[in-house]
Structure formats: structure tokens, C-alpha cells
């Protein structure tokens, strides 16, 4: 840095300014005039958007700047976004494209860069959606804008794409950049056919709704969310599963089961790939639940919709899987994706028995409660974070248990892994700061009685434990608490 600075060792000077401009996050600038009186605490976001042109930070010159921005907006065009002093055009893989040929044209500029790792996750999903969309004879274009900082890069990127680019290097890319205040990358800015910006988060949107979200206007999004309640209110197990050529989900081996046979159990829909670690890891209590609950002789069943890239990968991973499956890649997979908005797996979406959705996130309620979340409808789940909370208010605030070398105090915690049964838990844990040990209360409680068993003190309530803190630990076959 060049400028100067607090020495380190002036805590007080630091705690006093901190205070002084209610300071809670870095990086935080805030700029004083020549008098000491603050000009703006929000200098930081005025240094990204502006620059130097935001000195001297005053109102007035803010306020000079956000009009010669709208003056901008209001003027602007394709060519006056796209053209520079030394250039008129835009790239096809070599081949030079005058800009005026998109005049009239919906456009997209894609920011992206071969580096990063979401771009190439959705780069292929962008050129499905543009290739559907040019096959409609759609009046519709993409001009690639590289984040690359070398040329090799930027060409091995764009060999992946089927659309317009801007030479490498060329400085236009940083300027939009800039103008559109892009921070993450991949980037999709929509600008309409009179060149004006329509959307500037399209890429989440692309990714929820595919084609059906062109022409990406305010309009056609108020038609979508109308179509998607729409969806919801008629939607049906078989409106969910069945495809125009196919009304039947298979077993391990391909044996075939009609959708109709599943109509009126609870079906979960598990989103899941082989490539997937916390998938992996998630599986096997799934095939715990879902074995516990066919035991208990309950109505449901579970299809497994597979993220897989290739069926060697699908096979090897519905191999272990007890329960049902969409076929590989079955063009119903990314019809559920985008109705359901899953962005990540491992994912398990519930349907109740008249083909609703129950529940969207039934992943945390089987980490945490296991068969015990069934049918995990909300009802039930906040019946056993009750139970969980009655047992908290009854258990000892700090015991000690075999398990553990050091006391363990009674914390609220948001969620933890049990190192007693290794099963996630969430909401309370006996846990040892010391060594960040946590035990689920059951876990913890079953140990008090484990050892209130081998104690010689007997009471009208149950078996005292010797080893807890004064006070004792009193059990009463369910539940443990300080006597």
C-alpha cells in the first residue's frame, strides 16, 4: 500500500474507528473531507463501480455519475456496446462478423473463461439452449467475452462453442465488464433486439427454465412463474415420471415397473451421480432409511434420477441402490431438474401420496432423523425437533460419559456429526470444546444409562449415575435429567 497507516500495536485507535463508523465487514473504505466529516462509508463499492472517477467521492459527483449512467443506458445500442475505435466487428472462429448483423437481434454476452471450473459445467448446457433456440429460427445470437489471460486459453475455451466472440485481449471486454459490474463468472447479460439490457442473471435462469425462458423478458418470466404454479397445483406421479415414450421406471438388472403401480405411496426422487462425494457418503444411510421403512411395511419407494455422464458410471452407482430408477439419461431427468430448481446433489425431493410435493430438502431430515423423519412432511419434522428440544430442557447441562475423556456441556449447535454413532445430528449436542467431541443427546443419554446400570444407587425414578457432576443424572427409561 502506499499510503499511511495506524501502527499495529494502536489497538485502541483501531477498536475507537471501528466503533466510531459502525464497521462490521472487511474490505470497508470510508472517506472524510478536508473538515474530518464522512463523505461516504460505501467507498469501496464507489472504487469497483467507478474508479478514479468517483473521486472526490462527494454527493454531487455521485450523483453526476449516476446521470451520465442513464444517460448511457438510455442511448445505448449493440454497436455502441460492441464497437471500438479500432474494431466493427466480432469473431465466428476466425472469421470476421460485422457488428451492424445483430442490429435486431436478441443477444447474449457470455462472460467466461477456460479457468473456471462452473463455466465449464455450464458452457455445455448454454450451447444445448442455443442450438434448441436456433433451430426454432429464433433471431438470437452469443458473443463470447474471455476472462482468459492468455490466447491459448481463450482458444481452447471457444472451441467448445457454437457462437460469436470477441477477439482475444480486446480491451471492450474489460469495459463491459465494468459497465455491467460482472463479479462472477459464467455471466449471461441478455440485451433485447433494440439493444437495450433485458436480463442480467440469466445464466440462473437458463439453468432453471432452459429454452422456455426466451425471449428472457419480464413478461415471458411472469408467464413462466404463472406456468409453474400452474404445473404444481395439477401436478400428478405420472405428470412427474411418464414421458411421451415411456410410462415405466426400472430396477436393478432393467426389470420394468409401471408409474401407475406407484400411485398413492410416498415416492422420494433422488438426485444423485457416481462422481459425487457427498452422494457417496449420503447413500448408504439413504439405504438404511429406505430399508428400515420397507420393513416397518410403509407405502413407499424411492426413484433414483442419476446426474451420471456416462452409463458404466450409472450402472456402478444404481448397482448398490435397493430402490428404483429413471433409465439413463431420460429426457424427463432435466425436465425434473428445472421443475424442481436443483442446483446441487446429493438432492431428495418427497411426493406425497396425491403426487404433491411434500418436501424439497428431505436431505437434512434423513442425515439428522433417519427412518424417524418419515414421511417428512413438515408436520413431522417439527414434531421431532420438539421432542428434541423437551429432551434438551430435561437433560444435565454438563455430564461426563465413558466415551469421552472430558466433561461434556449441554450446546445448542446448528448441526454436527455425532462421534459417538458417527450419524449427523442437529439443534443440541454434549459437547468437549476441547477437542470439538459431540455426542446426539440419545447417544450421550443412552451412556448415563449404560452406567447408571453397573451403579449400586437405586431410586424410585431409576438408577442415579455415579459418575456425573453433583447432582446426579436421574433416568427414566426414555429420558435422562439432573435430579
Not at 439452449?129 to 452469443?142: A, P, W
Not at 463468472?185 to 440469466?202: A, E, M, S
Not at 403426487?355 to 434423513?366: F, L, N, R, Y
Not at 417439527?382 to 456441556?409: N, R, T, W, Y
Request: aromatic share 10%.
Amino acid at each position: 500500500m502506499p499510503w499511511p497507516a495506524l501502527p499495529f500495536s494502536d489497538v485502541n485507535a483501531k477498536e475507537k474507528l471501528l466503533k466510531a463508523f459502525n464497521v462490521t465487514g472487511i474490505p470497508a473504505l470510508v472517506v472524510l473531507d478536508k473538515e474530518g466529516k464522512t463523505l461516504t462509508s460505501g467507498g469501496v463499492d464507489i472504487i469497483r463501480k467507478y474508479g478514479v472517477e468517483g473521486y472526490p467521492f462527494s454527493a454531487e459527483k455521485l450523483d453526476r455519475l449516476r446521470a451520465k449512467e442513464e444517460a448511457v443506458r438510455d442511448a445505448q445500442t449493440v454497436e455502441s456496446l460492441l464497437v471500438s475505435d479500432e474494431r466493427d466487428f466480432v469473431i465466428s472462429h476466425g472469421e470476421k462478423v460485422p457488428i451492424s448483423k445483430l442490429v435486431g437481434k436478441t443477444i447474449g454476452l457470455y462472460f467466461s473463461a477456460n479457468w473456471c471450473g462452473p463455466c465449464h459445467n455450464f458452457t455445455p448446457l448454454l450451447v444445448d439452449i442455443y442450438n434448441e433456440i436456433k433451430s426454432r429460427g429464433e433471431d438470437f445470437e452469443i458473443v463470447f467475452l474471455s476472462a482468459d489471460l492468455e490466447e491459448e486459453a481463450f482458444e481452447e475455451h471457444y472451441g467448445n462453442m457454437p457462437w460469436l466472440a470477441l477477439p482475444f485481449g480486446d480491451k471492450t471486454e474489460k469495459k463491459l465488464s465494468q459497465y455491467y459490474r460482472v463479479q462472477d463468472i459464467p455471466t449471461l447479460i441478455i440485451l433485447g433486439p433494440n439493444g437495450k439490457t433485458v436480463q442480467t442473471d440469466t445464466a440462473s435462469l437458463v439453468q432453471r427454465y432452459g429454452t422456455r425462458v426466451y425471449p428472457f423478458t419480464a413478461e415471458r418470466l411472469k408467464e413462466i412463474e404463472g406456468e409453474e404454479e400452474a404445473r404444481r397445483q395439477d401436478q400428478t406421479l405420472e405428470s412427474l415420471l411418464v414421458s411421451d415414450t415411456r410410462d415405466f421406471v426400472i430396477k436393478n438388472g432393467g426389470e420394468k415397473v409401471q408409474v401407475s403401480d406407484l400411485v398413492g405411496k410416498t415416492i422420494a426422487l433422488y438426485f444423485s451421480a457416481n462422481w459425487c462425494s457427498p452422494c457417496q457418503a449420503f447413500t448408504p444411510k439413504l439405504i438404511q432409511v429406505y430399508n428400515e421403512l420397507k420393513e416397518r411395511g410403509e407405502s413407499f419407494e424411492i426413484v433414483f434420477i442419476s446426474k451420471d455422464e456416462d452409463q458404466e458410471a450409472f450402472e456402478d452407482h444404481f448397482s448398490i441402490m435397493p430402490w428404483l430408477a429413471l433409465p439413463f439419461r431420460d429426457k424427463v431427468e432435466k425436465d425434473l431438474s428445472r421443475h424442481f430448481h436443483t442446483e446441487g446433489i446429493p438432492t431428495l425431493i418427497v411426493i406425497g401420496p396425491d403426487g404433491k410435493t411434500m418436501t424439497d430438502d428431505a436431505i437434512s431430515a434423513v442425515s439428522v432423523f433417519g427412518a424417524e423423519a418419515y414421511p417428512f412432511t413438515t408436520l413431522q419434522i417439527e414434531k421431532l425437533q420438539k421432542e428434541i428440544e423437551d429432551l434438551a430442557g430435561k437433560s444435565a447441562k454438563e455430564i461426563d460419559c465413558s466415551q469421552h475423556k472430558h466433561p461434556l456441556v449441554l450446546t445448542r449447535k446448528h448441526e454436527f456429526n455425532c462421534d459417538g454413532c458417527d450419524e449427523e445430528g442437529s439443534q443440541w449436542s454434549y459437547y468437549c470444546g476441547k477437542c470439538d467431541f459431540d455426542l446426539h443427546l440419545t447417544c450421550a443419554l443412552k451412556d448415563q444409562q449404560q452406567l447408571g446400570s453397573n451403579s449400586k444407587q437405586q431410586n424410585e425414578y431409576g438408577t442415579a449415575n455415579d459418575n456425573c457432576k453433583p447432582g446426579g443424572v436421574i433416568c427414566d427409561g426414555d429420558y435422562c435429567y439432573r435430579g
